[in-house]
């Protein structure tokens, strides 16, 4: 299993063209969607994400909210105080957390979620591989991007090219 993030950066890119190759390649042939899921589980349970937390360095947090409703109560303070000091304006319109040059997001501390109980949904569920709506066919175009970032996505890929015989 790979887990060193800057070679996974470096292997994600490089594979890029052949991963948008396999998506076109994986509707096209028959396979289970049950499958797919039972390997993103089995890889999932191998990875140690305290000893990653590289989406919460890279990745944008779209809030709804629900999100903010609980964070705000959790952090204790009102809602539009919790608008005001913790988030931003993402560039295609909604809120974000706010993120800083040091952590990425404003609430990791270290290598660790400082509001884990009440994290927002887009945290609780990610990388949408496991938990996400519809099948993982349907859902592979958000995996492509991830293949560089994170290393569940990045090995689940690679698995499932070899295991449907696509190379
Ligand atoms: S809220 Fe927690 S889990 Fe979500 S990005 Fe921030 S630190 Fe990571
Ligand atoms: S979900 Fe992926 S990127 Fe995020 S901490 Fe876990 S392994 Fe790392």
């Not at 519809?134 to 175009?141: F, L, P, Q, T």
């Amino acid at each position: 299993m790979l887990t060193d993030l800057v070679q996974i950066r470096r292997l994600g890119q490089q594979n890029k063209s052949e991963n948008s190759r396999f998506r076109a390649y994986l509707r096209n042939h028959r396979h289970s969607d049950r499958r797919l899921r039972i390997m993103a589980e089995e890889i999932e349970s191998q990875i140690d994400c305290t000893q990653c937390a590289n989406c919460c360095r890279v990745g944008e947090v779209p809030l709804v909210d629900r999100d903010i409703e609980k964070l705000s109560k959790f952090v204790g303070c009102t809602k539009d105080e919790f608008v005001r000091d913790y988030t931003q304006s993402a560039a295609e319109g909604g809120l974000i957390l706010k993120r800083t040059e040091e952590s990425g997001c404003v609430f990791l501390h270290v290598n660790l979620c400082s509001v884990y109980e009440a994290r927002p949904h887009n945290c609780a569920n990610y990388p949408h591989l496991v938990r996400g709506a519809g099948s993982i066919d349907s859902r592979m175009w958000e995996f492509l991007k991830r293949t560089e970032h994170c290393p569940i996505v990045y090995n689940w890929m690679e698995a499932v090219k070899t295991d449907i015989g696509f190379r």
